[in-house]
């Protein structure tokens, strides 16, 4: 029992090694009676109180930070990025923008790009956790570090290398110009789990609540956007980076894989498959939108 509990606590160190894997903070290892805390990038460690594992800087200090860098911006950041660090990063900047916001595995992110530097904020359910700095490199990357709390100097952050996904290819219509992109997503009829809730996500931004055998069109426009049941990230729910083109439609099935475990499944269907599943199905309830602007629930094929 006692080798057994050893093995248990050296793969849960090794799993939350790096910040994608550190908002474990709800999980209670009760055999061992402490809670796992979530915001060490070196390992893992055992805290008596949970409070005690964030940084002192609340996100107005994160703000504050932000607020501070003030040259024009010189690049551009908007865009998928991929980090060992962070994982799959979106973050989106429009242009001649200096503000960026974004999202990343299980974190929230703000800041600022200030001449050729961008500067970040990650935090959780409003509390700052890291923040990073990064200067973008020749080949197109995003070369810095990060460190947990505010950065206020070099001492004891760590590197950070952030790397462009290269864009999807999606055919379009030859003249869709900036048509609005169409997303549908749907939730087949289940037996099991019906009352559990699908909400679906826009990049942060909670849009509906997707019932059991219901269905709706997020209109979005062209570009990148992650979409999911999840605000942020992936522990315990899912979301998927899509990479839309203007005038296109695009399915998203919102699949219950097991009929014993209620989990979402987030799978990309192609047209066909859809509309098929589609036919059996009403559109969503109005009442169930929270953002009427970004949701469309026409009937589809009828």
Known sequence: MKTAMRFFVAAVGIFLLTPRCLLAKEVLIKSL?????????????FLPTLNQSFPKDNINEGKAWLAAKTEPAEINVDGTWDS????????????????????????????????????????SKGRLVYTTEASQKEDGSLSGSYIKGIMRSDSGNKA????????????????????????????????NCPQVKAPVYVDGKEVADLQNGRYLTLNLSPGKHMIGTTKIGRMGSQAEYFDVAPGTTYYVNFEFPSAWVCT??????????????????????????????????????K
């Open 33 to 45: 009676g402490s809670s796992v805390h979530p915001c060490v990038p070196c390992g893992l460690r």
């Open 84 to 123: 060992s660090e962070w994982g799959m990063m979106l973050l989106h900047q429009a242009k001649n923008a200096r503000e960026v916001t974004g999202t990343s595995d299980n974190w929230e992110i703000e800041g600022v790009v200030s001449g050729k530097k961008v500067f970040l904020v990650f935090s």
């Open 160 to 191: 950070m290398l952030l790397r462009k996904t290269a864009d999807a290819q999606t055919s379009q219509p030859a003249d869709a110009g900036n048509a609005p992109t169409h997303v549908v997503v749907y939730r087949k009829h289940y037996h």
């Open 264 to 301: 979402i499944d987030i799978q990309k269907a192609d047209a066909s498959e859809a509309t098929e599943a589609i036919a059996k199905l009403k559109p969503n309830d109005a009442k169930r939108v929270k953002i009427p602007e970004m949701v469309s629930l026409d009937p589809i094929g």
